[in-house]
T-cell receptor, first 117, second 117 residues
Framework: GAVVSQHPSWVICKSGTSVKIECRSLDFQATTMFWYRQFPKQSLMLMATSNEGSKATYEQGVEKDKFLINHASLTLSTLTVTSAHPEDSSFYIC?????????????FGPGTRLTVT | AQSVTQLDSHVSVSEGTPVLLRCNYSSSYSPSLFWYVQHPNKGLQLLLKYTSAATLVKGINGFEAEFKKSETSFHLTKPSAHMSDAAEYFCVVSDQPGGTSYGKLTFGQGTILTVHP
């Protein structure tokens, strides 16, 4: 139980194009989803927090116009990297708050590897 | 502000020998601390969490961690390593007390554990 999926698992795009990454909670409803970025040999850094039906809250230094987050339903959040550049190449991980049997935890997806050429 | 420091980027052990992964934290209040494991192509999995109920915390797969306030440490141990333990481990602190992981999480740099036959 409490499975979070991400799609795609990896993507390669050209510089200047936009890429959308989906995060789904498969067997529970997630009122809050989080987006993290992990550069090679570095730790996860929180990018933004999104609550269903409201605007995302971005961490300091994260461009909200570049990283568009939509949390339209209790099971789906999307991250769109607009006008991607090589420096946006990274591992993007989402997590969803919720759970089964009364548990309230943060569950992580497997991540999406983005490479911008 | 809160932070965590994992003292070793890589740890290598032989199968059947003890494992020690070190973590020091900094927090202005009573922290919620966690250890997560990340296997290749898999989502982060919660190993254990400190909820202030007990300083010695037992987790899944035989792992445990001891919270030492005087040393601001939360080291992860396992008496006997198994090949399947090879993965990357993250020490994490939450800005929410009580052991819940749904708050803002701050990750350590990660420790890659290698287990030799």
């Amino acid at each position: 139980g409490a499975v979070v999926s991400q799609h795609p698992s990896w993507v390669i795009c050209k510089s200047g194009t936009s890429v959308k990454i989906e995060c789904r909670s498969l067997d529970f409803q997630a009122t809050t989803m989080f987006w993290y970025r992990q550069f090679p040999k570095q730790s996860l850094m929180l990018m933004a927090t999104s609550n269903e039906g409201s605007k995302a809250t971005y961490e300091q230094g994260v461009e909200k116009d570049k990283f568009l987050i939509n949390h339209a339903s209790l099971t789906l959040s999307t991250l769109t990297v607009t006008s991607a550049h090589p420096e946006d190449s990274s591992f993007y991980i989402c997590s969803a708050r919720g759970g089964l049997a009364g548990r309230d935890e943060q569950y992580f997806g497997p991540g999406t590897r983005l490479t911008v050429t | 502000a809160q932070s965590v420091t994992q003292l070793d980027s890589h740890v290598s052990v032989s199968e059947g020998t003890p494992v020690l992964l070190r973590c020091n934290y900094s927090s202005s209040y009573s922290p919620s601390l966690f250890w997560y494991v990340q296997h290749p192509n898999k989502g982060l999995q919660l190993l254990l969490k400190y909820t202030s109920a007990a300083t010695l915390v037992k987790g899944i797969n035989g792992f445990e961690a001891e919270f030492k306030k005087s040393e601001t440490s939360f080291h992860l141990t396992k008496p006997s390593a198994h090949m399947s333990d090879a993965a990357e481990y993250f020490c994490v602190v939450s800005d929410q007390p009580g052991g819940t992981s749904y708050g803002k999480l701050t990750f350590g740099q990660g420790t890659i554990l290698t287990v030799h036959p």
